[in-house]
């Protein structure tokens, strides 16, 4: 029957319209031979469930909200496009809104999911906890992604950027570095902060001088850094930046001033972007398993939508992957040597 009606799957199926209802939208109070009834008589009629209306009777918008402190970069790409994936999977739509790395704009971007969807994820490291906290819609199903510590009881998912940061020093060690300075990311945020914290640790375990010169997380911090390091290259031997774009940016002006990479300077980053093992000389980097992640928090935000009051606080821990920019003498390093896997993937 062409254009088929809930009552007249009802009519056919000698059942109530509520009754149809239920079948149709998944409840689990059915008896199992009225499920059948129901769905046979769907079937012969040709019957194909509105999906407004079924959005309207479950009051869920089958859209999830996605914040995020920028969207431009490999990052922010893999992690979407993880996120993106485990969506479509499970018949979800993202929305997408950008805090451009400023409080106010997080505040604001919060603001425009409200009534739009049935829970969010959160990326929000450079954003207080406090104020972050006080701006959530109260009671929709927000899963954290590398946010600032807090005492709230949320589901989610964190990078271990201090023992990350860490083992990149102990790396760069093994190989003969003594003289590593950091790049660091942006001030008041949070990841940025642990990897300061990890490598400091691990310089001071070595008993090595610590020198951390300020950077942005963007590429242009990263040539900037070299050119501070060029005016005193003998008292650097490597550089380990807070994540990859600064890294490349650093190695490709340190590559157009002649310097020697790994020779004269080893360079390192944090994350793992696809363009890491792009790159001439390939780049050392702590393997995060970015879109993995990205997945996973999707995958933990459709079981809190679902009812799941599971609120653990998940730990990533990354994977080094040595490259050609910390190779030394003698070493067989290849130009993707490493884990194949992410962390979550």
Not at 36 to 62: D, F, I, K, M
Not at 148 to 175: F, K, S
Not at 184 to 203: F, L
Not at 278 to 288: A, F, G, H, K
């Amino acid at each position: 029957m062409p254009n088929a009606t809930i009552r007249d799957v009802a009519r056919e199926a000698a059942v109530s319209v509520a009754s149809v209802s239920r079948v149709m939208n998944g409840h689990d109070n059915v008896r199992a031979a009225l499920r059948t009834r129901v769905e046979a008589a769907a079937a012969a009629l040709g019957y194909v469930p509105h999906a407004g209306a079924r959005n309207l009777s479950l009051a869920r918008a089958n859209a999830i909200g996605i914040v995020l402190p920028d969207i431009h970069g490999e990052f922010f790409s893999e992690f979407l496009r993880g996120m993106d994936r485990e969506a479509s999977n499970r018949g979800l739509q993202l929305l997408l809104s950008n805090m451009h790395a400023d409080a106010a704009r997080a505040v604001e971007a919060l603001h425009t999911m409200r009534g739009r969807v049935d829970g969010m994820v959160v990326m929000a490291p450079h954003v207080d906890p406090d104020l972050l906290f006080a701006q959530l819609p109260p009671g929709l199903p927000v899963v954290l992604v590398n946010c600032a510590r807090h005492h709230e009881q949320r589901p989610e998912i964190r990078i271990d950027n201090a023992a990350g940061a860490a083992a990149m020093v102990d790396h760069l060690v093994a190989g003969g570095r003594r003289r590593i300075v950091h790049l660091s990311g942006p001030d008041g945020n949070i990841e940025a902060q642990e990897r300061a914290g990890g490598y400091r640790a691990a310089i001071d375990r070595h008993g090595l001088p610590p020198r951390i010169i300020p950077g942005d997380f963007m590429e242009e911090s990263g040539a900037a850094a070299a050119a501070v390091l060029l005016r005193d290259l003998p008292a650097v031997d490597a550089l380990f930046a807070a994540n990859d774009m600064m890294a490349i940016g650093a190695l490709m002006a340190l590559r157009r001033a002649g310097v020697a990479v790994p020779g004269q300077i080893a360079v390192a980053g944090f994350d793992d972007i696809p363009l890491a093992r792009l790159v001439s000389p390939t780049l050392t980097t702590m393997r995060t398993g970015i879109a993995g992640i990205g997945a996973r928090a999707i995958a933990r935000l459709a079981g809190a939508i679902a009812g799941d009051t599971d609120h653990a606080i998940e730990q990533a821990m990354p994977e080094l992957v040595p490259r050609e920019t910390t190779a030394h003498a003698g070493s067989t390093t290849s130009p993707d040597s490493g884990p194949n896997r992410g962390i979550l993937s």
